[in-house]
């Protein structure tokens, strides 16, 4: 029985104390999925998310002919222990110029920019294309980057649908912008070992990025012959149920990640929420959990240089102005900054733009606020797919909440609350 297209959250009532476990990273997962398949023999990846996302990157990486295993986790149903037998570098299966190899990506931005560098290690010719909104984001710096380097990638804009010529490792330097986006460079870094390429990264502040410092953290870490790697729960994840903390819950997330790698580790040290919050500089994904809380502020809170939400899974910074704004609260958009101002709010019926964060972002908000009601919350599939039902869990594993068909206001549990 699949997620309604509509659902509510009914606020909490009573106190809760909780210890929750959220699914693995996706930014590590798929990082590491490329690195094993860069490897030389066969690595197995403990507390792989298992999500739509991994599982485009997975399923690229099959169609490329490696042999990729996957097993259950016993201690989280949304993860997976996924076993990759890598080439040394080498990429078994590519196309021909009259019958390109096709790669679909979906809207994952970390498969579509991470295989587009990885692609060029092989030596065949591959399609690279995902849905319409992938085809929207950008991808210019990274292609002008791969051009540097001296391989062809053929696009009308510089957007996906791509062709892509592997040209196998070639020693040559590149210089690639991250003004877009961090995942250029990311995607650049995971192949340059293989390839033999130096990267140089341009943009503010470059090397302070905090996902091109996991990027570079983890190619340091990484068993590049092989062995075994433990995925870190993901932080992002976790801010929603950290979240409910500002609500006077006492909920915790177990194993929460200590290596330092995902800025999103950080979203616990802001609550109470400060007067200033940077995107660049303080959270990654879990500011957006950070903005839905700020009408519960005791003070106005400015969220800066949000620019890299607006070409994500959908233009987040409108998306979020519009949607609070549904709830009654007050925000003022100014360049690439939102302004919320404390304010009484209200239920409203909130558009998830197909956006996974933006359903969960907002079902938090239902723990507080009455008739707050999701539209397509299955979208939380491409990173989460059983947040609903950790919601809804009875205490200490999850936070106990009632979630309703809200057609038929039917109360939902267990199976039918899980995104597939």
């Known amino acids: 029985m699949p997620l309604p297209d509509l659902i509510e959250i009914v606020p909490l009532v009573q106190s809760v104390r909780a210890e929750i476990t959220v699914p693995g990273s996706k930014s590590i997962t798929n990082r590491s999925l490329i690195l094993a398949a860069l490897a030389d023999g066969e690595t197995v990846l403990r507390g792989a998310l298992w999500s739509e996302d991994t599982q485009v990157m997975m399923e690229c990486l099959r169609e490329l002919g490696f042999l990729v295993n996957v097993a259950d986790d016993s201690d989280e149903p949304c993860n997976r222990t996924i076993t990759v037998c890598g080439h040394a570098g080498k990429i078994p299966r590519g196309g021909t110029a009259e019958q390109p190899l096709e790669l679909f990506v979906g809207n994952a931005g970390t498969a579509a920019r991470f295989l587009a560098a990885f692609l060029c290690l092989g030596e065949g010719v591959y399609r690279l294309h995902g849905v319409p909104r992938m085809h929207e984001r950008p991808q210019a710096a990274l292609f002008t980057a791969l051009r540097q380097l001296g391989y062809r990638i053929d696009s009308e804009n510089d957007k996906l649908p791509a062709l892509i010529c592997g040209g196998g490792p070639r020693a040559s330097s ?6 877009e986006s961090s995942q250029f460079a990311s995607a650049l870094l995971l192949g340059a070992r293989v390839g033999r390429w130096k990267v140089e990264v341009e943009g503010a502040n470059a090397d302070e990025l905090p996902y091109v410092e ?3 953290a983890l190619v340091k870490v990484f068993p590049a012959s092989g062995g075994e790697f433990q995925i870190e729960p993901d932080a992002s994840s976790g801010s929603y149920f950290w979240a409910a903390t500002m609500f006077g819950h006492d909920v915790r997330v177990e194993h929460w990640p200590k290596s330092g790698w995902q800025i ?14 940077s995107r660049q500089r303080d959270l990654g994904d879990s500011i957006m959990t950070a903005i839905v809380l700020a009408p519960f502020a005791k003070l106005p809170t400015q969220f800066t240089a949000l620019g890299r939400l607006r070409v994500q899974e959908c233009e987040r910074v409108a998306a979020l102005r519009t949607e609070l704004a549904k709830c009654g609260a007050k925000v003022i958009e100014e360049g690439d900054t939102l302004t919320v101002y404390p304010s009484p709010l209200h239920g409203a019926e909130i558009e998830t733009y197909n956006d996974h964060r933006m359903a969960m972002c907002f079902a938090v908000l239902g723990l507080k606020v009455p008739g707050i009601r999701i539209r397509n919350s299955a979208c939380v599939k491409k990173t989460f797919p059983n947040f609903f039902q950790k919601l809804a869990a009875p205490t200490p594993h999850g936070l106990g909440a009632t979630i309703l068909d809200a057609r038929t206001r039917q109360s939902l549990s267990g199976d039918a609350l899980f995104a597939d």
């Open 174 to 179: 590149c210089g690639v912008s991250v003004a």
């Open 214 to 216: 996991m990027t570079r």
């Open 264 to 277: 999103d580790a950080e979203f616990p040290k802001f609550q109470p929420l400060p007067k200033s919050i």
